[in-house]
């Protein structure tokens, strides 16, 4: 029955011609995103294997993290297992204890709200805004004034007297947030900045690399980010003494010693080892190449979109320059069945598109949790379709 409908409806048959000008390729299916592996990565794995430098130390993690550190712009990069280990350990370098809140989106990955619950704390959902789709200052900031106190410097939920540690800031798809305004609002109430930058590698805020202003951000190198360690992440930060924690605690909080196992807390066994590192370095040499690929990807679509009525191609906010890591558009009205129909179209018709992520206010675990109003998120939901977004796509044109 949908199937029919769906062949008939010429906005669907529409969107879809757009997006396979956009792509130019002759594939049958189209993927989401798909790592490219174009460099010098057999070269660097072959290196691991003949040398038996596989596991948690070796040249390729300093590497790595020196690499990363510099091309962001920061003064340390500590490699993890993956971004969501990355987050939870963040949560704690901020000082999130058992039962804290952390504001975070409801529109992101369940790894961020995953994240807040494995470091002890209580997500606390707040809305976004519809031009980066990220968290919206201004509605967060008369949220705040509402909703919490300062006491003894803390800032506190005046509903549930618990502590509000920290805002974890997400951007998403690549498309950096309004960083000097959420800034300026955890400094008036004291709460600790995160960026979940796991999406923005190679993206600029004001022409400085997002996930450089949160007192620690958090990248991803899983197989579907723009450049990928099979899985990985890292943290940043410019806190030097930080950064040496982080290490710590990712390397099971052992203390230096030629012998002596000796652990000062309880740590985590989070260290990307050197084959997944070797990995990132033959990937981080290409993500200049990789981001002007997207980026003329982005360019492609928001042409072919502008000629299809009753929709609209997401493009970053004037601030920003991104790295358009997963590219979306957006109907001009919410309808999920409709949503639903068209990604069954789409998926028929070999294009692998994706809804936005269910929110994760509506999932079973988080459904209790504190929330401000959500209207803007509820909105978007409604009406966002994430596109093919390979660096490979749109070459062959
Ligand atoms: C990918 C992602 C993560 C988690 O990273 P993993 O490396 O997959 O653990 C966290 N938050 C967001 C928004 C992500 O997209």
């Not at 757009?18 to 002759?26: E, K, L």
């Not at 028929?348 to 999932?363: D, F, K, V």
Request: glycine fraction near 6%; charge should be positive.
């Amino acid at each position: 029955m949908t199937q029919n409908f769906s062949h008939n409806n010429p906005l669907f048959q529409q969107l879809i011609e757009a997006i396979r000008t956009a792509i130019c390729t002759n594939a049958k299916t189209v993927a989401l995103h798909e790592p490219h592996l174009c460099g010098k990565e057999w070269e660097y794995i072959k290196d691991c294997l003949d040398s038996g430098w596989i596991s948690s130390v070796g040249k390729y993690v300093d590497l790595f993290e020196e690499n990363l550190a510099q091309y962001t712009g920061m003064k340390r990069a500590v490699s993890t297992v993956n971004g969501t280990a990355a987050l939870q350990v963040c949560c704690r370098l901020v000082g999130v204890e058992s039962g804290d809140e952390v504001l975070l989106p409801s529109l992101t990955f369940v790894a961020t709200a995953n994240a807040v619950h494995y470091s002890g704390g209580i997500p606390h959902f707040v809305d976004c805004d519809e031009n980066t789709l990220g968290v919206s200052p201004s509605v967060l900031r008369t949220y705040l004034r509402e909703n919490t106190e300062l006491r003894s410097g803390n800032c506190f939920n005046k509903k549930t007297g618990r502590r509000i540690r920290a805002l974890i800031a997400v951007h998403v798809f690549g498309h950096p947030v309004d960083l000097d305004a959420l800034m300026q609002i955890c400094s008036d109430f004291k709460i600790e900045f995160i960026e979940d930058a796991t999406e923005s590698l190679g993206s600029q805020y004001k022409g400085r690399h997002a996930g450089t202003y949160g007192k620690v951000s958090v990248l991803s190198f899983n197989g579907n980010k723009i450049i990928s360690t099979g899985g990985g992440g890292a943290i940043l930060t410019n806190d030097t003494t930080l950064a040496d924690q982080a290490k710590h605690l990712t390397t099971t909080a052992k203390q230096k010693h030629p012998w002596r196992y000796f652990h000062d807390q309880i740590g985590y066994n989070f260290r990307l080892p050197n084959i997944n590192a070797a990995l990132g370095c033959a990937q981080l040499e290409q993500i200049d190449f990789f981001v002007s690929k997207k980026r003329a990807l982005a360019e492609r679509y928001k042409m072919a979109f502008s000629k299809v009525a009753g929709v609209k191609f997401f493009k970053e906010p004037p601030f920003a320059k991104s790295n358009y890591w997963l590219n979306a558009f957006l109907f001009d009205t919410p309808d999920q069945i409709r949503n639903d129909a068209f990604l069954e179209y789409a998926h028929h018709c070999g294009l692998m598109l994706r809804p936005a992520w269910t929110l994760m206010h509506r999932l079973p675990m988080y459904k209790t949790c504190p929330r401000a109003d959500l209207s803007v998120s509820e909105n978007i939901e409604a009406r966002l379709i994430n596109l093919p977004s390979s660096s490979q796509l749109g070459r062959f044109c």
